[in-house]
């Protein structure tokens, strides 16, 4: 932890990037399960529940935002930790185990409000996939930055 | 002008993924608004529409929702004893719609033949484009011709005075009807109870019905005609009397709300369903604000050493929120323009399909509740514009220029 790329605020701002994606798709899967009186209501629900992956691909693009400005943010202090004897593969390793521990729990915690909720567990494990991939692909430009 | 393009191409779009960010977010918070905006007018033009039921004595049908339709059950001549209850007691507005029937058009549309009696019309005072108002006074024989409305996609193919021969689906015969009207261009009617949804007379007939028509009318007429059936001047104690003979005579239990019961209803109903829109439409843009504002200060963290090395070397704050309105600003375009397709695309898809009901007339399809709501987006868009710039240079002030251009 000690050797870690995250400050505390960047951990918190990942976990809130994470939670706001499944919530949404949580909020999704809760207006589907309504049965609304209203027809207006309905038909305006419905012209974003009919497009619920859609929108929820687009909101994922913030944890592309966040994980660009991070590494954007941190190429300074990745030279830095080569220059006193890190080495390249580590830091990647630790970035990215970090990033999937958080993935993780905030995981977890949905699965608990699902379960809670009473809603399909699989329902937003394309997400998680989609989550890795940007983890991947964020690990994989740590090594733009091992020279400044 | 010099500097913004070099704003554009050496500092914003160096960081893409930002733009992007920034791209998707306003499409999002501006499809939210446009759709809220669209919900909430169109409701709104549907109310207007169906004020005229606002009136003392005004009674409508509502087929009892435990009431099953079993046409077997129907008595003979059922629906024709309470026509003439009808005719005999009260005073009616009747209208019936969506009967197809096949007539040529130069758009190839399948076409909508309405049926209405007098009253109906009276009520809902159909704007005409060219020609005059219709007759009811006509004998229903072979060779006499029909006074008919069209919508205005048919005016070119049957101008005013033209006549034209159908099989009527409702009297199972040939008729003669000679066109006495066009009716404005998007003449639209909304359903009573979506009042959001409106059904388009551009490719419609208007057929005037009269007592005698309803007679010689086969049973889907009729009784599709009593569904939402308007009783006008009239007592609780004489809908209730109609009810009684309706159930005796159709075996289907029909409810008469007043105006009153109606107005309430209708507040209720829809003015909570719009208070709700509304509701869930600021909770969404509250958020997508707050995400538009993070990704913004994201860029300053990112692109401070650019701003504070230009703001050293002379540029002054004015100018630079002149560049970030004008960024915004060609990004809220951007957005604007994919919400126009969208909305284009999907009203000219109602032509590609056919869909006679739901075909418009305007620039790209586009009409007079679109143009209001891109309008509400445009507003939007420049609110939202001004909180992000202003939030973005209180960052960049907030930085001495020194350690600006150390990070």
New interface residues.
Partial sequence: MGRSLFRFVDRLELCITYLFCFSLNLIFDYVKTLSLDSYILKAFLESFVDHQTLINLLFTFIVVVFHYQMLHRKKTEIYCRILVGDILFNITIRYTLECLTILGLVYLLLIVINVYLNFNLTSNLYLVCIFVIYILISASQVGKYEKF | MKNFKFFITKIFLR?A??S??ML?LF??ANYTIF??AR?ILS?FQGYQEIKYMDQEGTYIANLDPDSNIDIDAIVENGTQIVYDYLNNNLKYAFYTDGFIVSLPNNDDMEISLNYMNEEYYKLNQFELSQGTDLDFDYQLDNNKEIPILIGKGLSKTYPVGSTIKIEDPVLEQSINLKVHGVLKKNAYHSNF?????KNYYNFSVFLPVNEDFIKHANIDLQLNGLMDVIILQTTKEKVEDLSEIMKENLGLKFNFFSQKENYEYFNE??L???K??SI?TLILLVIITG?SI??AL?SI??MLKDFTINLLVGLSYSKLRKIFYSYYGILFFLNLIVVFFITAYSRYGCWLRKDATFVTYGVFGLIGMDWFALLVVFIFDIIIGMIIVENMLRKIKKVPISLGVLQ
């Fill in positions: 960081k993924i930002l992007i960010a998707l499409f999002m759709t809220a919900s409701t109870y979506a009042l959001n949804s109903y829809y909570h369903s719009l709700i829109i869930i995400l993070w990704s994201v963290r990112l």
